[in-house]
């Protein structure tokens, strides 16, 4: 059993270190785009990989009173890549303007819709990333409420936190969704209990 483990955590690392863009140098820095577009590719194209499998007849289900639908929770991580957009282009994202709350998006109605809204959002998020630069990602970036400040952190900062780790930890709780309804969980970092194999 510790062996198997280690052999895991071993994989587990010599697949992140392929990541790791191999122009880093004193001589030939990277920018902060360039280093985030490999992991943006992954943990998106692992995203999708866990939207695929979401039934259309499931979109209504929910494991318990107080939990969302799998709809409405696959339908949040589809519009997560598109907060990249917001997050470059704006300096700011008021959730109540003048006091009015903001709506949230509709929710996609099929699996179908789910993912071209997603893929939409991934593509757009991406020339985001790609066209800015270090400066413009050192940049503040605030999420306010009523002209209050929530938040304040630089835009590279928002984009690993409320972008790429927010969709990491929504697109986990849809891994367990898809489990209790005994629909095939994808493999994401390693293998899954359905899929794959070391």
């Known amino acids: 059993m510790r062996d198997c483990l280690a052999f895991r955590l071993l994989f587990a690392y010599t697949s992140a270190l392929s990541l790791v863009p191999k122009s880093l140098s004193e001589e030939n820095p990277m920018s902060f785009s360039e280093a985030l577009l490999p992991e943006y590719d992954q943990e998106l194209a692992g995203a999708r990989k866990t939207l695929e499998r979401v039934p259309d007849d499931k ?4 494991p318990h009173p107080k939990s969302g639908t799998m709809g409405w929770l696959a339908g ?5 890549p598109g907060w990249t957009v917001i997050t470059i282009n704006q300096d700011a994202l008021d959730m109540a303007p003048n006091g009015v709350q903001m709506q949230p998006p509709p929710e996609p109605k099929s699996r179908k819709e789910l993912l071209e809204l997603f ?3 991934v593509a757009e998020g991406r020339k985001a990333i790609a066209g800015a630069s270090d400066a413009h990602l050192l940049k503040m970036w605030s999420l306010l409420n009523n002209g209050a400040t929530i938040v304040a952190m630089p835009r590279i900062a928002c984009l690993r936190t409320w972008v790429l780790n ?21 493999s994401i970092y390693g293998p899954s209990a359905d899929e794959g194999s070391m």
Request: net charge positive.
């Open 59 to 62: 979109f209504g289900w929910k």
């Open 76 to 80: 949040h991580v589809a519009n997560i």
């Open 119 to 121: 893929d939409k959002n």
């Open 166 to 186: 927010h969709l990491i930890h929504h697109r986990a709780q849809l891994g367990v969704y898809l489990r209790l309804n005994n629909l095939p969980v994808p």
